[in-house]
């Protein structure tokens, strides 16, 4: 049995984007100035790729579980 490993990660290509459905708290949500996301995702991201040495970048997520309505913007 031989044991393999993953490619070496690339930090050189840039900033990794990161998805999250903005409206859950406390996992991502905005700030009062309605610009900022925070929340404990944005928060674990951030901390995982400054361990790497990466920048994140936050995209939202549209995320509707069946049955479920819709977040409310």
Do not use: C, V
Not at 1 to 16: H, N, Q, V, Y
Request: charged letters at 25%.
């Amino acid at each position: 049995m031989s044991l393999t490993s993953d490619p070496p990660l690339d930090r050189a290509s840039g900033p990794r984007t990161a998805a999250d459905a903005d409206t859950s708290p406390p996992l991502g949500f905005y700030a009062t100035d309605d610009k900022t996301r925070i929340g404990s995702e944005i928060d674990m991201t951030t901390l995982i790729a400054d361990a790497l040495g990466m920048k994140p970048e936050f995209e939202k997520s549209e995320i509707n579980p069946p049955g479920l309505p819709k977040p409310r913007n």
